[in-house]
């Protein structure tokens, strides 16, 4: 079973820049893809990024163009490597394993915080 550890979560101001990384207990090549998700209080979790196993990524809209999902496939590590942050960016992000049918594993997630 996979257990995912996230970090680099922290306080921002607008326009900085943080990276965030998901350290692996087994190899992140167990479910189909990795991903990225964030969570707003009273707001939806969403999809913020995803990297297959054949290595194409996918972004939300809101995110494309100043994030990038990334991994270090010895490390067993998956990056979120996140600038030009806005106050919307705030929330708390968790790392998954995804599966076709599914979530596999989710980390216990780390807050962002992006202060204007």
């Known amino acids: 079973q996979v257990q995912l550890v996230e970090s680099g979560g922290g306080l921002v101001q607008a326009g900085g820049s943080l990276r965030l990384s998901c350290v692996a207990s087994?190899?992140?090549?167990?479910?189909?893809?990795m991903a990225w998700y964030r969570q707003a209080p009273g707001k939806q979790r969403e999809l913020v990024a995803t990297?297959?196993?054949?290595?194409?990524?996918n972004y939300a809209d809101s995110v494309r163009g100043r994030f990038t999902i990334s991994r270090d496939n010895a490390k067993n590590t998956v990056y979120l490597q996140m600038n030009s942050l806005k106050p919307e960016d705030t929330g708390v992000y968790y790392c998954?394993?995804?599966?076709?049918?599914?979530?596999?594993?989710w980390g216990q997630g780390t807050q962002v915080t992006v202060s204007s």
């Open positions: 990297m297959s196993n054949g290595g194409s990524t």
């Open positions: 998954a394993l995804k599966y076709v049918g599914g979530v596999a594993s």
């Open positions: 087994g190899s992140i090549f167990s479910g189909n893809a």
